[in-house]
């Protein structure tokens, strides 16, 4: 398992925006694609977007699309997750994670997880 790690979750108000962070210090990120997951309290982890380890190709949940934009800096090592008009539904842990095996989307099953940063948007 690869060791990632989130940064940028907090609280906002409905409308709102964050950016939220995934990187890694012991590999280079731009071998893999990078997924971004949610999950809200009493609800299943669900998957929000996706970018490839180029970065060219990137894909969204339908509830998230035209307000998420994922991307990445490779020459940071670090992968974005930019999100804006936030939702009270939006609310939830948020992960990066990836497959050890791919560098194009979709992660479908991830095998490397990060330990989550918590949304909180209030309506």
């Known amino acids: 398992q690869l060791q990632l790690v989130e940064s940028g979750g907090g609280w906002v108000q409905s409308g709102g925006s964050l950016r939220l962070s995934c990187t890694a210090s012991?590999?280079?990120?731009?071998?893999?694609?990078i997924a971004w997951f949610r999950q809200a309290p009493g609800k299943e982890r669900e998957r929000v977007s996706c970018?490839?380890?180029?970065?060219?190709?990137?894909s969204y949940e339908d509830s998230v699309k035209g307000r998420f934009a994922t991307s990445r800096d490779n020459a940071r090592n670090v992968v974005y997750l930019q999100m804006n008009s936030l939702k009270a539904d939006d609310t939830a842990v948020y992960y990066c994670?990836?497959?050890?095996?791919?560098?194009?989307?979709?992660?479908?099953?991830?095998?490397?997880w990060g330990q989550g940063t918590q949304v909180t948007v209030s309506s």
């Open positions: 012991a590999f280079f990120l731009d071998d893999y694609a």
């Open positions: 970018i490839d380890g180029d970065g060219h190709e990137r």
């Open positions: 994670a990836l497959d050890k095996n791919l560098k194009w989307c979709p992660v479908d099953v991830p095998d490397s």
